[in-house]
């Protein structure tokens, strides 16, 4: 028996102010902060501890996962940062009031861009304001220019096939603190979502979702329904 528990970052200062996100780094709010604590407080309320942490290369992942692990009494386990588990690229989108583009582009589009499975949105030009490249945490790698849910899926289950399952195999307790798309893409994976689906699935910060896996006949790790902690 194996444990995974799923946290989408505290609210960030983008998220208050209304703007797509993406590969930029920005930081938690006071809010955000409240929230990653006490996904960390319910943890440990719920004796559910983790022994392993994986995380993005982004802030507000990052320190939603140090702030619940402190929480839980927890900071000392070991965390594996990776750029595969970070927020989907929103492109030419990213810095932008969510509102003002509507109003600019029509909902529909906007819509279109946010919701889409595979339509991803335009791509970043080379020298925009928040480009990333030239950021040492992602020298070597190919930074996108833009991405849809479904490229995002596509880096993220790799990641998950090579470094958190086998974890999960040796019957360790796992906490992925991330964003909303790439949790989403675990949650499609895990739960059999279809495309149509999972584009509807909001994912609120900081509410620990859990997985439990048991074995099946053949020996191989099978996850049951997906939860809430705070509904367990």
């Known amino acids: 028996m194996s444990t995974l528990i799923l946290v ?4 960030s200062q983008w998220n208050l102010e209304n703007r797509f996100t993406g590969w930029w780094d920005v930081d938690l709010t006071e809010k955000g902060v409240s929230e990653a604590t006490a996904a960390g407080e319910l943890l440990k309320e719920k ?3 983790p022994t392993s942490a994986f995380t993005s290369l982004q802030t507000r992942a990052i320190r939603t996962l140090h702030l619940a692990l402190h929480a839980a009494d927890r900071l000392w ?6 750029w595969h588990l970070n927020e989907r690229h929103y492109g030419g989108l990213t810095g932008l009031d969510k509102q003002e583009t509507r109003d600019k582009h029509g909902d529909e589009q906007v ?6 499975f595979d339509v991803p949105p335009p791509e970043m030009e080379p020298g925009h304001e928040y ?3 030239g950021d040492p945490r992602y020298e070597g790698i190919d930074i996108p220019s833009t991405e849809s849910l479904k490229l995002t899926i596509e880096r993220v289950l790799p990641f998950w096939e090579n470094a958190i399952l086998p974890v999960l195999e040796d019957g360790e307790t796992v906490i992925v603190s991330a964003h909303g798309n790439s949790l989403r893409a675990l ?5 059999g979502i279809s495309d149509d689906d999972i584009t509807g699935l909001e994912i609120p910060t900081g509410q620990p979702i859990i997985y439990e896996f048991a074995a099946d006949a053949d020996g191989e790790l ?3 329904e ?3 902690l705070k509904d367990i």
């Open 8 to 11: 989408r970052h505290g609210q």
């Open 47 to 49: 004796d559910v501890l």
């Open 77 to 82: 386990v070991p965390v594996t940062k990776d």
């Open 111 to 116: 819509h279109i861009w946010r919701r889409s």
């Open 131 to 133: 480009d990333m490249l």
């Open 187 to 191: 949650v499609k994976h895990l739960s």
């Open 222 to 224: 099978q996850p049951g």
């Open 226 to 228: 997906m939860r809430y």
